[in-house]
């Protein structure tokens, strides 16, 4: 496609509830990074995939959160059991290259809202 | 641990007044300094990308200087117009594949 695209844009869950949020990356961009955005602040890193090897997960809040890219190509964001301080902005972001070289490209994000 | 902090939090200047907007960071070992634009609702745009071996990076109207040594970065923004109203945001690396990010800066270009 032209662009990053993620879904759901837009998910409300209850809490206790496990949700899931793709992200569709520009073909052959090799890195592919998560990043949890909350209110009036900027992003802060999740985790890094290099083609489907999960290189970095440093960033992933708890045991709750789990990400996959199993093909290289399009990745899923899991949170289970989702808490209220879960509610954010889940960016997805593809670079052509490796090694944090080069221009990053967001996609749009997926607003979680946790009630 | 790399912080970044990002003055003033919010901007509101009239048409047309050239701005600077500030970003400090407080580990000096930076790869690359980057900037970017986010819309309300919306990710985030790339605008400038500066290596560590520069000292600026120009673009159309905009450009960003890099202090490695006083941890600093500035965006200038030149001949501001109301479609620059965003928020910007600065994010340091520092190598590997991590950014960190300031809080922004809301800036509003009044017509």
């Known amino acids: 496609g032209a662009g990053v695209s993620q879904s759901p844009r837009y998910k409300v869950a209850k809490r206790g509830q496990d949700v899931a949020l793709r992200c569709d990356p520009i073909s052959g961009h090799v890195s592919l990074f998560w990043y949890q955005q909350a209110l009036g602040q900027g992003p802060e890193f999740l985790t890094y995939f290099q083609n489907e090897a999960q290189l970095d997960k440093s960033g992933l809040p708890s045991d709750r959160f789990f990400a996959e890219r199993p093909e290289g190509s399009v990745s899923t964001l899991k949170i289970q059991r989702t808490q209220q301080e879960d509610s954010a902005v889940y960016l997805c972001a593809g670079q052509v290259g490796t090694g944090g070289v080069g221009e990053l490209f967001f996609g749009e994000g997926s607003r979680l809202t946790v009630l | 641990k790399q912080e970044v902090t990002q003055i003033p939090a919010a901007l509101s200047v009239p048409e047309g007044e050239n701005l600077v907007l500030n970003c400090s960071f407080t580990?000096?070992?930076?790869?690359?300094l980057q900037w970017f634009r986010q819309d309300p609702g919306k990710g985030l745009t790339s605008l400038l990308l500066?290596?560590?071996?520069?000292r600026e990076q120009t673009s159309g109207r905009l450009n960003a200087s890099l202090d490695k040594s006083s941890g600093r970065s500035t965006l200038y923004i030149a001949a501001s117009q109301p479609g620059d109203s965003a928020t910007y945001l600065c994010a340091a690396s520092r190598g590997g594949n991590k950014l960190v990010f300031g809080a922004g800066t809301i800036l509003r270009v009044k017509s």
């Open positions: 580990d000096s070992a930076i790869y690359n």
């Open positions: 500066i290596q560590s071996s520069q």
